[in-house]
């Protein structure tokens, strides 16, 4: 399984950006799909998630600004950023909760390779 992210790049300070990620390998069920964040000399914080039900969780930092979606046909995940703060600046990570792939006896968490999102004053 591999989660391939997309849509990283530099943008003015209150402008949007959209991320996606496409989840390649054959899955069975996905219980949660999310954003991750991890911003130079800091840890990895949760930005938006969305579980099997659609239902939407997001860091206090992003609410009001971020929205995540989930295509369950497609297995893909995007998080739509509005009026974006130099503070966003990280590499975003696309994440799988709980994934049952082909080849696999139990669920897994699985991760995406990044995209850099910069934002400028």
């Known amino acids: 399984v591999q989660l391939q992210a997309s849509g990283g790049g530099l943008v003015q300070g209150g402008g949007s950006l959209r991320l996606s990620c496409v989840v390649q390998?054959?899955?069975?069920?996905?219980?949660?799909m999310g954003w991750y964040r991890q911003a130079p000399g800091k840890g990895r914080d949760m930005v938006a998630a969305?579980?099997?039900?659609?239902?939407?969780t997001y860091g206090d930092s992003v609410k009001g600004r971020f929205t995540i979606s989930r295509d369950f046909a497609k297995n893909t995940v995007d998080l739509q950023m509005n009026n974006l703060k130099p503070e966003d600046t990280a590499v975003y990570f696309c994440?799988?909760?709980?994934?049952?792939?082909?080849?696999?006896?139990?669920?897994?968490?699985?991760w995406g390779q990044g995209t850099l999102v910069t934002v400028s004053s």
């Open positions: 994440k799988l909760d709980r994934a049952l792939a082909a080849g696999h006896s139990y669920p897994d968490d699985y």
């Open positions: 390998g054959k899955i069975f069920s996905i219980d949660g």
């Open positions: 969305i579980d099997s039900g659609g239902r939407a």
